[in-house]
């Protein structure tokens, strides 16, 4: 049964510098162990092959970091699953060069159309059109099977040079001060990986969180389970989704998702009959459809994928032990309400990966811990939000609840952004602030904005600028940038950015800001400072520096 929801190089250090880490802990002894072939060190195991674990391993691989990806599947999941992704991991998608091909499987958008208990028609409307969102290239959701974005992950990771390991079952796990040794079955043989961390990305049942014996605090809804899949459709228009919001044990949906041929269903599950064990068949699905809805002429067909979810309320205490960290589902589960799981675990990935490989490369410890802090925020805020929006969700007034459902994906949700574009780390010890007289603030996620290149008047996206494993400097205003150290300066790329009327010369490093658009939004009126981190969130902001303040920060966090 499923527990998990669905729905450049930088200079920092040298490769092979291995600080200390400090409160590493054995976590496993075996003894009498029968021998088993040993392989060579790498830098980081990554243990599943989700969209999480693909992700970090992508991230990770771009900055020449050594990963090897296991995964205990023995063949590549099939199904739709999450499918809808967020604006912001379309943002992360697009920097990991992922996007574009990513949305050649996105579904085209259709109509959502909702029902009563009676069948009536209450509510037609495109579910995932959400508004325009400032210094946001894209405002709302890409819909695309589940199956289709880890295929473009692994084609992605494949291009640097690493593959997905199939059937490989973490069975033990031990870690000293010098790194983890994972203990990995491959069919009849088994396989001691030395790497110098290990990431557990490997879903809500996850044996790294267990074999790191890090709590998973939290609750299971035992009477709330949903049967989801794919199937095909006859007799059902095809042109729009189709659910029913209310009725018994929550919503049922159908999807056409024709990029796959078949429809992707939700459907609450009764009760079982006292063994605990619910039926997960194609009939099944039959049956809870012509109970609850009763159309007739509608049959279905040919099952792709069929699965058991069990809802969840669960967060782990912490998001690392040594060399053992968490990501996505492994570290939070949550109520499926605005389809917050993979997308958050993609931010986690996302969030860990330039951390990693810096540390890797030389950056002191602490910069780890910098992950759990704030990561764990989100979740906690992730787990409340999702399970006050599915109670949000909930009644027998199903106008209401439509509005309700359709409100969340069109920017109207009373618990939180589900683009996430919102979310911010301002307080975390990476966000330094240097004074109040810009509008934005260290820690808030950057916005994309055109400026014009001067010299050949062509249009440039900062998010262009973004990409990449490097660090950005955006100076506002003719003010003499702040100095950065010989050490450093691989890592940062510098652009000068001007309002329109002020005089300029031809730099290569200068931007004009013809609309004032980038003066507007970053809150600029004259001088400005803006740090972005490589996962495009700012480091340090401010209308007055130093000559040393970048190189101040970078002491700060890198420790040099």
């Not at 998001?319 to 931010?347: C, E, F, I, S, W």
Request: glycine content about 12%; hydrophobic content about 40%.
């Amino acid at each position: 049964m499923r527990t998990a929801p669905t729905d450049g190089t930088c200079a920092l250090g040298q490769v092979g510098e291995r600080p200390p880490i400090m409160g590493a802990r054995p976590l496993r002894i075996v003894k009498g162990r029968p021998a088993m072939k040993t392989s060579e060190s790498t830098d980081v195991v990554i243990v599943g092959a989700g969209p999480v674990g693909l992700t970090l391993a992508c991230d990770l691989a771009r900055r020449d970091v050594r990963v090897r990806i296991v995964d205990r599947a023995a063949a590549y999941p099939v199904g739709t699953r999450a499918r809808g992704i967020r604006a912001r991991t379309r943002e992360v998608f697009e920097d990991l060069g992922v996007l574009a091909r990513l949305s050649e499987h996105a579904e085209a958008a259709l109509p959502t159309r909702f029902y009563d208990a009676q069948g009536n028609v209450v509510r037609e409307t495109l579910l995932y059109d959400a508004p325009p969102v400032p210094g946001a290239p894209y405002p709302g959701s890409l819909i695309a099977g589940q199956q289709f974005t880890e295929a473009v992950l692994r084609e992605k990771l494949a291009s640097f040079g690493t593959r997905v390991e199939l059937g490989g079952e973490l069975t033990e796990l031990a870690q000293d001060r010098e790194g983890v040794t994972a203990t990995v079955r491959f069919g009849g043989h088994r396989e001691d990986i030395r790497a110098r961390f290990l990431v557990g990305c490997d879903g809500g049942g996850s044996t790294v969180r267990k074999q790191a014996g890090i709590s998973f605090l939290g609750e299971t809804w035992e009477r709330q389970r949903m049967l989801f899949g794919n199937l095909g459709v006859d007799g059902l228009d095809s042109a729009v989704a189709h659910m029913w919001a209310t009725g018994p044990g929550g919503m049922l949906t159908l999807a056409p998702m024709p990029k796959s041929d078949t429809w992707f269903f939700t459907a609450p599950l009764p009760q079982d009959d006292g063994d605990g064990r619910p039926s997960v068949s194609m009939e099944s699905f039959a049956e809870i459809f012509s109970q609850r809805v009763g159309l007739p002429g509608v049959t279905f067909r040919d099952a792709v994928y069929l699965s058991v979810y069990q809802v969840n309320i669960r967060m782990v205490d912490r998001y690392r032990d040594g060399r053992v960290l968490l990501a996505g589902d492994a570290a939070h589960v949550h109520t499926p309400a605005g389809g917050q799981g993979m997308n958050t675990g993609v931010q986690d990935a996302y969030n860990l990966g330039w951390k990693l490989a810096h540390v890797l490369r030389g950056a002191p410890e602490p910069l780890l811990d910098t992950y759990e802090e704030e990561r764990l925020p989100i979740a906690e805020h992730v787990l409340a939000s999702t399970t006050a929006r599915g109670r949000f969700w909930a009644g027998d007034d199903s106008a209401r609840v439509s509005e309700r459902i359709a409100g969340a994906f069109q920017g109207r949700d009373p618990f939180s952004d589900v683009s996430q574009l919102g979310i911010s780390h301002q307080g975390s010890s990476l966000a330094h602030q240097l004074d109040e007289s810009i509008g934005v603030r260290a820690g808030d996620r950057a916005f994309d904005v055109h400026c014009t290149e001067p010299a050949s008047a062509e249009r440039v996206r900062l998010f262009d600028l973004f990409r990449g494993t490097h660090f950005t400097l955006l100076v506002f205003g003719t003010r003499p940038a702040p100095q950065i150290s010989e050490k450093h300066r691989a890592d940062v790329r510098t652009w000068r950015i001007l309002p329109g009327s002020q005089p300029h010369g031809h730099s290569e490093s200068t931007l004009i800001d013809s609309t004032g658009e980038a003066h507007d939004l970053y809150g600029v009126n004259g001088d400005g400072l803006v740090l972005v981190r490589p996962d495009g969130y700012i480091a340090l902001a401010g209308g007055s520096w130093e000559e040393r303040s970048v190189s101040d920060y970078f002491r700060r966090v890198t420790g040099d």
